[in-house]
């Protein structure tokens, strides 16, 4: 690892450079090719590269520690976290999200009741983990809003959760086509669309997504749709992508959940057939001249696509 081109996190109760190197673990070891985290119980750091004489303290002081380590931190506001920004990116500063940061994220969405409902009755099933975070699902309805968007698709609905935030926007005579395989979950989406007085703008397809898909572009729909939303089996991802591009209309938006799969993404430890299929989609997307894209770190991770 060069020092070139590091970037440092620290997080609350981590461990702080005035304080003892703990003993490195090789399990908790990530290391990234230009970025080393120190978390709760386990420092990623090469011990030789950690010099600061013992002067050298938290985060302030840092700066005035003449290891060197101290031109790489660029700021730091407040004990929770620094985050030295890296040099090769033009020095800008990137807040990484600390469960108390993450918290008050939380405390500024404007959650609808009847989705704070669905949350929490899904919290207690199985699979609740797969559920779109309420920030996430607040993005998703205001992108279907700022479209003036009529004609939705998700593919993969589990309880509902996406699919309702993004009903709740459209307008009466919208239609949001709703993708998912497992009926179980879809019947408590339903009662949540008829709660919410939204059943009418959602067309509830039972079956697998992708001969959804097929069947709507049969259909002769290619083209007529504003909005889709991709958050289903993740090595589908690149298929759903292509027939939706057909479904949707040029200037309208395909957005797919989960591109920074917890972060094994950047890992390249990380070589697990899922996580090599989403790296894989997230390059084809990066070199797809078809549509705009902007990959947004909110929640899993989502990349918006226009479709150009
Ligand atoms: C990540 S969850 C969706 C979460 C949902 N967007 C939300 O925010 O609550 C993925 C869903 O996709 C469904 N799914 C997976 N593969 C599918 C397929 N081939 N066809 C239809 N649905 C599928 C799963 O049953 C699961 O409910």
């Not at 593919?155 to 996406?162: A, F, L």
Request: hydrophobic content about 40%; some cysteine; overall charge positive.
């Amino acid at each position: 690892m060069a020092n070139r081109s590091i970037n440092l996190v620290l997080h609350q109760g981590s461990v702080s450079p005035h304080h003892e190197l703990p003993q490195l673990r090789p399990a908790n070891f990530h290391s990234f090719s230009s970025t080393w985290i120190i978390t709760n119980g386990s420092l990623h750091v090469s011990p030789q590269r950690w010099n600061c004489s013992t002067s050298c303290c938290y985060c302030f002081r840092l700066r005035e520690c003449r290891c060197n380590w101290k031109r790489l931190v660029r700021s730091c506001y407040t004990s929770e976290f620094v985050i030295a920004s890296d040099e090769n990116y033009g020095n800008k500063q990137v807040v990484s999200l600390t469960p108390r940061l993450y918290e008050y994220v939380l405390k500024n969405v404007r959650e609808p009741e009847i989705l704070r409902q669905l949350r929490q009755e899904t919290a207690s099933m199985r699979g609740s983990l797969m559920q779109v975070s309420p920030e996430q699902a607040q993005l998703l309805a205001m992108l279907v809003q700022i479209l003036g968007a009529e004609r939705c698709i998700e593919v993969g609905v589990y309880t509902g959760y996406s699919s309702l935030a993004i009903a709740l926007v459209l307008p009466e005579s919208g239609r949001l086509v709703a993708c998912e395989r497992d009926a179980k979950s879809l019947d408590v989406a339903k009662k949540y669309y008829q709660l919410a007085g939204v059943s009418h703008k959602v067309d509830v397809k039972l079956g697998l997504a992708l001969d959804s898909l097929e069947s709507l572009i049969l259909n002769g729909e290619a083209g007529s749709y504003d909005f889709a939303f991709i958050d289903a089996e993740k090595k589908m991802n690149e298929k759903y992508f292509e027939l939706l591009l057909q479904l949707v209309r040029v200037g309208g938006l395909i957005v797919v959940d989960n591109v920074l799969w917890h972060g094994k993404v950047a890992d390249p430890l990380v070589y697990d057939p899922k996580t090599i299929s989403i790296r894989n989609f997230n390059q084809k997307l990066m070199e797809d001249k078809r549509v705009s894209i902007s990959m947004v770190p909110i929640g899993d991770g989502m990349t918006i696509c226009r479709k150009r």
